[in-house]
């Protein structure tokens, strides 16, 4: 096996010969002859051990027994105890869950403080296999059938190519001792009850079935990039950035074959889960949405509008008299006063100073909302001003106004209110000006 670790490392990861690398390291028998293999190749790391306060006086053994081999090894060791526990409590998560965003977290701290370039995990072939059961029976898309990624940003997983089975028979081989983790026998755990259960019934229709199994999922892996290749090259025919988040096409996807599963493609990293919803909405009404815990996607005529949730209130902003210059979270407002009305633009308006009472406010628009819009006779309902300029929803919540007192005195960047215009040649005339 230490001849073959070391050409999976020349072959699919030889840039680690020349990085700094962090290892975690549980004490668990992969880990551990991990942590050998990588010091038979000469790899230039250190250890990173989790103490996860589970297992009481056993948490405490694998901490005193990893510690040990650091030394044993002469490399340098990373350790942190956590209240696995209440940190899955108080974020209303599995412990597994809360142990895997614990270590993760940590791992990336360590590695930016200590400039890891990165971090190996001993994830082997019978993990993956695992994993693809429990996607399986949870549901998933084929990127959960086709298996635990072998690199992942930072995180590498240079076992993955290896069975259990060979990595405890190099170990005790080697004489290499490791501790057994007791959690690892009780069934109450999915992983567990796959391992113990669910596989073995498999192994013994196929004594070969781990080998099958990792062919079939190369397979999977092969279809996957297939589907990610054919994305790209739809994607920019469907999809397009917006200033709110983006717009899908639904003409465009109506012609394709298979729109629905397209559109999975499309957004399945955004949390939907109501897929049916999703479809459907290509033939709702204008205005129909589904959300996910993030994100929100509107009818909006021709187009599915992808916009991310936003949970803060609006606030309301306030200018004052003497300011020259508003620095506010959505723009930059600029107050100068000129001789005459310039060339007129949807970024500036120009106002009769004396009509304005100070301190202006600026506000998102609220429906009932009324102005009377330059150029136009009587007053007119924002809501009806959005409706005849065919404003999307996103752009409607995005709008702000520019306020004195209880009056509109600006649709910013789209309408100005003829109350506050210049009747006077020779009157003082103060430019506004909004910029991003």
């Known amino acids: 096996m230490e001849k073959a670790f070391k050409n999976e490392i020349k072959l699919q ?30 790899l230039d790391f250190a250890l990173a051990h989790c103490n996860f306060n589970l297992r009481d006086e056993e948490s405490d053994a694998d901490e005193d027994f990893v510690a040990a081999l650091a030394k044993r090894l002469k490399v340098k060791l990373f350790t942190e105890n956590f209240d696995t526990a209440q940190y899955a409590q108080d974020n209303g998560i599995s412990i597994q869950m809360a142990a895997r965003d614990l270590r993760y977290e940590w791992f990336e701290e360590l590695s930016l403080k200590h400039q890891f370039d990165y971090t190996l995990t001993a994830h082997h072939a019978n993990d993956n296999l695992e994993t693809f059961f429990i996607n399986l029976v949870r549901g998933t898309g084929l990127e959960g059938l086709s298996g635990i990624n072998s690199h992942n940003n930072k995180v590498i997983r240079p076992l993955l190519n290896f069975s259990r089975k060979e990595i405890e028979t190099y170990a005790k081989a080697n004489k290499i001792a490791w501790r057994e983790d007791s959690s690892n026998a009780s069934t109450k755990y999915l992983r567990n009850k796959i391992r113990h259960e669910i596989v073995p019934i498999f192994e013994e229709l196929n004594p070969q079935f781990l080998e099958t199994f990792m062919k079939t999922q190369s397979h999977l892996k092969e279809n996957e990039e297939l589907v990610e290749d054919y994305m790209s090259l739809l994607y920019p025919k469907i999809i397009a950035k917006t200033k709110f988040g983006y717009s899908l096409d639904i003409n465009y996807l109506k012609k394709i074959p298979n729109p629905p599963a397209v559109l999975y493609q499309l957004l399945k990293s955004f949390g939907f889960t109501e897929w049916n919803d999703v479809y459907n909405l290509m033939t709702a009404q204008p205005g129909k949405m589904v959300f996910s815990a993030s994100h929100r996607l509107i009818k909006d005529r021709d187009y599915l509008i992808l916009t991310e949730i936003n949970n803060t209130e609006d606030r309301e902003y306030k200018i004052a008299k003497d300011e020259d210059f508003a620095i506010l979270p959505m723009g930059t407002f600029s107050f100068s006063e000129v001789d005459r009305i310039g060339d007129k633009n949807s970024n500036c308006i120009y106002v009769d100073p004396e009509k304005l009472d100070f301190p202006l406010q600026v506000r998102k628009w609220q429906e009932g909302d009324i102005f009377y819009p330059f150029g136009m006779q009587g007053k007119k309902k924002l809501s009806d001003f959005f409706k005849d300029k065919k404003l999307s929803l996103p752009e409607k919540e995005n709008s702000w106004l520019l306020c004195s007192g209880d ?28 910029s991003l």
């Open 13 to 42: 990861f030889p840039y680690l010969c020349n990085s700094k690398l962090l290892v975690a390291v549980s004490g668990g028998v992969d880990s551990i002859v991990l942590t050998h293999l990588c010091k038979s190749a000469k």
């Open 407 to 434: 009056k509109i005195v600006w649709v910013i960047n789209q309408r100005a209110d003829r109350r506050f215009s210049i009747n006077s040649p020779n009157q003082k005339i103060i430019k506004i000006t909004f």
